[in-house]
């Protein structure tokens, strides 16, 4: 992987997976985007 590809690799695994499906105890046991979006 070139840097770019590398990049764009890590902002999808960031903004797909992480942020809408990984769940945080600290949060509720809710995703950071329910959470941003239920505090809203």
């Known amino acids: ?6 990049e764009h690799l890590l ?5 797909v997976y992480y942020n809408r499906f990984r769940f945080h105890s ?3 046991y809710m995703s950071p ?7 809203a």
Do not use: K, M
């Not at 992987?1 to 590398?6: G, K, L, Q, R």
């Not at 902002?11 to 903004?15: A, C, G, K, Q, Y």
């Not at 985007?33 to 505090?39: A, C, P, V, W």
């Open 1 to 6: 992987y070139n840097i770019e590809e590398a």
């Open 11 to 15: 902002f999808d695994f960031i903004e």
């Open 33 to 39: 985007e329910d959470f941003e979006t239920n505090i």
């Open 26 to 28: 600290t949060l509720g």
